[in-house]
């Protein structure tokens, strides 16, 4: 019997409750479509914006988000063991400066109900030493994106391996 219970609960946990919002209202998707076609214009490295992208997911515990940003990131060129290092990015040597100004700003720009102050002016200026104005707000545009879709995601409980379209 409660083996029965666990493979309910689980199956519950690999259905979405309903179809993602942007899919239903697709004026949401044509401009998010947009938003991201700015974002990739911005002059920030494709994998910069791949690791922002799952740093953000990962401290949302987002699956869907982390899944598919973990694929792109290896479409883009990142190795396993950078991604593997994302979650730990302070502690490995395997980033550049500029990678990890751009991941101390998502961290503090995701865990802005930590502390709504997070992003200080010193990680401020830190980013900013290593991306001007238009990078910048590629960076903030791809957070921002990042952390609506985990959102979204985690509402509606979308399954990990979930495919948008």
């Known amino acids: 019997m409660k083996d029965n219970k666990q493979h309910f609960e689980m199956e519950k946990l690999m259905t979405a409750r309903m ?17 991201y076609k700015a974002v990739h214009k911005g002059g920030v490295p494709q994998t910069t914006l791949e690791l922002v992208h799952l740093r953000a997911s990962q401290i949302n515990g987002c699956g869907p988000c982390v899944s598919s940003g973990t694929k792109a990131a290896q479409r883009a060129g990142e190795t396993t063991e950078r991604l593997f290092q994302v979650v730990a990015w302070r502690e490995s040597g395997l980033f ?9 700003l998502t961290e503090a720009a995701t865990r802005l ?20 104005e238009q990078q910048l707000s590629a960076i903030i545009l791809m957070i921002s994106l990042t952390n609506l879709f985990n959102r979204i995601n985690t509402t509606i ?3 990990a391996d979930a495919t948008w379209g």
């Open 19 to 35: 179809k993602n919002p942007a899919m239903v209202l697709p004026d949401a998707m044509t401009g998010i479509q947009n938003l």
């Open 96 to 104: 550049t400066d500029a990678e990890r100004a751009a991941l101390a």
């Open 113 to 132: 109900a930590d502390n709504p102050e997070t992003v200080t002016q010193q990680l401020w200026d830190d980013a900013a030493d290593h991306f001007d």
């Open 157 to 159: 409980r979308e399954p």
